[in-house]
């Protein structure tokens, strides 16, 4: 191609090279022969022996107890989660799933998996084996069963270095045998797995020469204790002993013991004198003390040792437990990935094939668990200073780390209401058609916000229409409910008859299993039963604060925090005693129906009455009485407001 005076050869930027060389030529470059492990230099840090040793520093050793709690404390404290990966239906359906059967669904909590995954770091490996049943039609984890890494005999690896699967040595009926796990089955949790070795770097692995040589010095301490703490002594003889008697003398010496009734009466020209010990305690105690400071050092946890030293300050412990802070979430990113990575996709593939982005575990920051006075000054300092807005969903996230109930959906933020100059209180600057400080309800929380000349007398005729439409409201939201209910006990009954049939057609020795079965369904919807309730009490606080306010002549204003953390604590808790006293009304009625011998058809009929029997009695006693309670509270703050 020739452009002006230049010739271009475009081909020749064009042409293809050929496909890259495809395959693996070289390996990891682990230290493994046939299974076997030997990376680590020292030899009693191989294998078996190597997890055999860890074990007896974390059951012996007060310090490395002390490491392990503050590493996996904070982590089994933080919240966990499983989050769909889009807002499609059938992501979020999965991710409801995954989350109940991985949090709350198995025979092992979700803790005591989460606290032998942290072993795993400790230890350097941890291995899960993946037990499966068929749970309601759907490919579920019956457990994810710990597996002891001193009980590996070795590993199955690939040409490259790729692990296949384990080989156990454990007991069986038979006595002890090999049992071969392929990698499908297993779940493995490698802490810094370095250039491809399964076992990987324990974080234990640095203090293991700091807890060999304290052990080693408690063990010379005790001694010096015993041998030299009351002295060494010295006897004297008098001229012309014999052999017998320097013998005797001698056994004597050799049986003193310190006690408060030791003593001796010495013949003639025999004396004894104590040759004290020049070795003090006090050095190997410095020397413990010196090892216990680099075993927590060796894990970020130097503020376990402040105030057990001579220096040591609470700036210097927040400075370290920053770093401390990091280690703790990458440990708990470390779980997580594995998880999303190893048994999150094979659950979806059995269950959801196709579903794309996955569902993925996720955790809070642990800084919220450790520290959740400082996140909540440093936001409100961001706050203050204009660097950070607050928002909905920015109050949510913060409300997930302090486990407090989210926003209801139909919350409107009191900043982003607009109003009108005229109706701003005086000195309240205008920003952008809003308030920058919104006033406080008067009455409902804290102290009237406007008093005296400059309280404005509140006009209630548009609340009065309002309270006429209360009515309606009632009406919608009674068929929401309905609906609601009616698609609850579909699904419901969904879920058990498979289980009733097997109850019924089970012998009297396997009944038991079929009703735990029906103990451990989960009553579906109740998120959505929730949400409905929350609105409902949302719209009585808003007819019963204008009403309040009306009376006691204050302005009504956005609802305070402790209000709004009531109507959503009050609307958990309604929706989830429903669930349990609807789950235990059917499982009543479903034993009562099979000693009467009743066909499958009827106890179904029979149940579908009995939950809506139980759901129009929720309903209406509970609503009545929580209705009740929150007028009470607006009454009782605004009087405590007016009066104080």
């Known amino acids: ?317 927040e400075g370290q437990s920053r770093f401390f802070l990091l280690a703790e979430d990458a440990i708990a990113d470390w779980f997580a990935e594995r998880i999303n990575r190893y048994a999150i996709p094979q659950w979806c593939s059995y269950n959801y094939p196709g579903l794309t982005p996955l569902p993925q575990l996720h955790h809070s920051k642990v800084a919220t668990v450790l520290d959740p006075g400082g996140i909540a000054n440093g936001l409100a300092q961001l706050a203050q200073g204009t660097l950070l807005t607050p928002d909905d969903d920015i109050e949510n996230i913060i409300r997930g780390w302090f486990d407090l109930p989210f926003l209801p959906e139909e919350h409107q933020r009191a900043i982003d209401q607009p109003i009108e100059a005229s109706d701003a209180q005086p000195g309240a600057p205008i920003r952008g058609g809003h308030l920058a400080h919104p006033p406080v309800l008067s009455g409902v929380e804290g102290p009237s916000a406007v008093s005296g000349s400059a309280r404005r007398r509140y006009d209630p005729q548009p609340h009065l229409e309002r309270g006429r439409q209360l009515a309606e409201d009632a009406r919608r939201f009674e068929s929401a409910m309905s609906e609601a209910i009616e698609e609850q006990h579909a699904r419901l009954l969904e879920k058990m008859s498979p289980i009733i049939e097997a109850l019924r057609a089970a012998p009297d020795a396997e009944k038991g299993r079929h009703i735990t079965r029906m103990q451990a369904v989960n009553v579906p919807l109740v998120g959505k039963y929730q949400n409905l309730l929350r609105g409902w009490l949302w719209q009585l606080f808003s007819i019963a604060r204008d009403r309040a306010a009306a009376e006691f002549g204050a302005e009504p204003g956005p609802a305070s925090q402790t209000m709004r953390a009531w109507i959503n604590t009050k609307a958990q808790v309604l929706a989830q005693d429903h669930a349990e006293r609807l789950r235990a009304s059917i499982l009543h009625q479903v034993l009562d129906s099979i000693r009467q011998d009743l066909p499958t058809d009827d106890t179904v009929r029979i149940v579908a009455q009995v939950a809506r029997e139980r759901a129009r009695v929720d309903l209406t006693e509970d609503l009545r009485a929580a209705g009740e309670q929150l007028v009470d509270l607006i009454n009782g703050a605004l009087v405590r407001a007016q009066t104080g």
């Not at 404290?77 to 499609?88: F, L």
């Open 1 to 317: 191609m020739r452009i002006g005076p230049l010739e271009l050869n475009v081909r020749r930027f064009a042409e293809r090279k050929g496909r890259p060389p495809l395959g693996e030529l070289g390996t990891s470059g682990a230290n493994i022969w046939r299974g076997l492990v030997s990376e680590d230099f020292n030899a009693d840090l191989r294998g078996p022996k190597a997890f055999e040793t860890y074990d007896k520093m974390l059951r012996g050793d007060g310090q490395i107890q002390a490491v392990e709690l503050a590493i996996t404390l904070p982590i089994r404290a933080a919240a966990w989660s499983v989050e769909p990966g889009d807002d499609g239906a059938a992501s979020r359906e999965a991710a409801d799933l995954i989350s109940g059967n991985l949090i709350g669904g198995m025979t092992i909590t979700f803790d005591e998996v989460l606290r032998h995954a942290l072993l795993g770091a400790l230890m350097g490996v941890t291995l899960f084996e993946k037990v499966w049943e068929i749970r309601d039609g759907i490919a579920a984890w019956r457990k994810l069963a710990p597996r002891a890494p001193k009980s590996i005999r070795k590993w199955s690896m690939d040409l490259g270095g790729g692990v296949q699967g384990v080989v156990q040595w454990a007991q069986t009926d038979a006595g002890y045998a090999e049992i071969a796990i392929p990698i499908e089955k297993l779940i493995r949790l490698t802490w810094r797995e370095d250039y491809g070795n399964p076992e990987g770097r324990a974080l234990l692995r640095p203090a293991y020469k700091h807890w060999f040589i304290k052990d080693w010095l408690y063990r010379f301490a005790n001694i010096a204790v015993e041998r030299l703490g009351v002295g060494t002594p010295i006897g004297h003889l008098p001229e012309g002993y014999t052999k017998a008697d320097q013998d005797a003398f001698l056994a004597m010496l050799e049986d003193w013991k310190a006690s408060e009734s030791a003593a001796f009466a010495l013949p003639p020209g025999y004396t004894i004198e104590i040759l004290e010990a020049q070795l003090r305690l006090q050095g190997f105690l410095s020397l413990i003390e010196h090892h216990d400071v680099m075993i927590v050092r060796s894990v970020l946890a130097q503020f376990l040792n402040l105030g057990t030293t001579a220096s040591g300050s609470r700036a210097l412990s």
